[in-house]
C-alpha cells in the first residue's frame, strides 16, 4: 500500500508493503532510509546539484552519451547530479547490499538524465570471490567488505575484479565515480587494466576503512600517480580527490 504523507513542491510517499519511500519531482526516486528523506526536501534538482558539488563533477566536461562507472551506487542518486548539471549519461553501477540495489535498479530506470545503464549486484575486490563477507549498518548507507564499527548484520556477496567486468577494449569512461566505505585500494587494483581508459576518478577517501576508521588518501594517492593520473580537484565536504589520467582527451 502507498500513502502520500506530505505535499508541496516535491511529492512524498511511502510503500508500506515495500517499506521504500518516494519523492516525486516529476519523475519518482527511491529512498530505503527514512533518514535520507531530508535530502530530497528541496527537491531532486537541489540534491542533484550538492552531489556534483561533492564530488567536484562540476569541474568536468560532461558531454550527452558520456558513460560513467558508479562504484558504490548505493541507491543511484548519483544520477541526480547528472539531471542537475542537464547532461544524459549511461552508466556501469555497482552496488552489492539487496535493498539498495533494489531501489538503485528504479531510479536507474526512472531518471531522465540516464540514457543506457546496468546495474551489478556485485561487490569489487583485487580479485574474484565468490563468497565474501559483507558487513551492513540498518538504517545507513555505510556497508563494507571490512569490518565496520556499528555493523548490524552480515551477508555473502560475489566480488568480481572490475576490469574483469567492464572488458569492451573499445569504451572510453568519462568518470570513475569511487565510493566504497574504505575499500577503494583494493578496488583500484583490481581496476589496473582498465583504468587507461578512464578520464576521471573522483574518489572519496574519507576516513571509513575498518574498525580503525582510517583514510584512504594515501594509498588511493599514491597508486593513481603511479597510474599516470593527477590530482586536479580537492573537496574538504566529504574528502573528496579529483583525479584526471594524463593521457584524457
Known amino acids: 500500500m502507498s500513502k502520500i504523507f506530505f505535499d508541496t513542491k516535491i511529492r512524498f510517499s511511502y510503500d508500506s508493503t515495500a517499506d521504500i519511500y518516494r519523492s516525486y ?31 567536484l563533477l562540476d569541474q568536468i566536461d560532461f558531454q550527452d552519451d558520456d558513460w560513467i562507472i558508479d562504484v558504490g551506487a548505493n541507491t543511484g542518486d548519483l544520477a541526480l547530479a547528472f ?8 552508466v556501469e553501477a555497482f552496488e552489492p547490499s539487496p535493498l539498495e540495489f533494489s531501489a538503485l535498479q528504479q531510479n536507474l530506470e526512472a531518471c531522465p538524465a540516464i540514457g ?26 555505510d556497508n563494507s567488505l571490512l569490518p565496520i564499527e556499528g555493523a548490524t548484520d552480515t551477508i555473502t556477496v560475489e566480488c568480481k575484479k572490475l576490469s574483469d567486468v567492464l572488458t569492451d577494449p573499445n569504451r572510453r569512461y568519462r568518470l570513475l565515480k569511487l565510493e566504497a566505505e574504505g575499500v577503494e585500494p583494493e578496488i583500484l587494483l583490481g581496476a589496473q587494466d582498465l583504468l587507461q581508459r578512464v578520464d576521471y576518478i573522483s574518489a572519496d577517501v574519507g ?5 580503525e576508521k582510517q583514510s584512504t588518501l594515501p594509498d588511493v594517492t599514491n597508486y593513481l600517480l603511479g597510474q599516470n593520473f593527477e590530482i586536479v580537484g580537492f573537496g574538504a565536504t566529504r574528502l573528496v580527490i579529483l583525479f584526471k589520467n594524463k593521457r584524457a582527451p
Open 207 to 211: 576516513f571509513e576503512r575498518g574498525i
Open 116 to 141: 543506457h545503464y546496468t546495474a551489478h549486484q556485485l561487490a569489487l575486490w583485487n580479485e574474484a570471490n565468490e563468497g565474501l563477507t559483507f558487513y551492513l549498518k540498518a538504517s545507513k548507507a
Open 25 to 55: 519531482d516529476p519523475e519518482p526516486h527511491v529512498t530505503i532510509h527514512k533518514r535520507r528523506l531530508g535530502m530530497m526536501l528541496a527537491g531532486h534538482l537541489v540534491r542533484g546539484r550538492r552531489l556534483a558539488y561533492d564530488y
Open 83 to 90: 539531471k542537475a548539471m542537464g547532461r544524459t549519461v549511461n
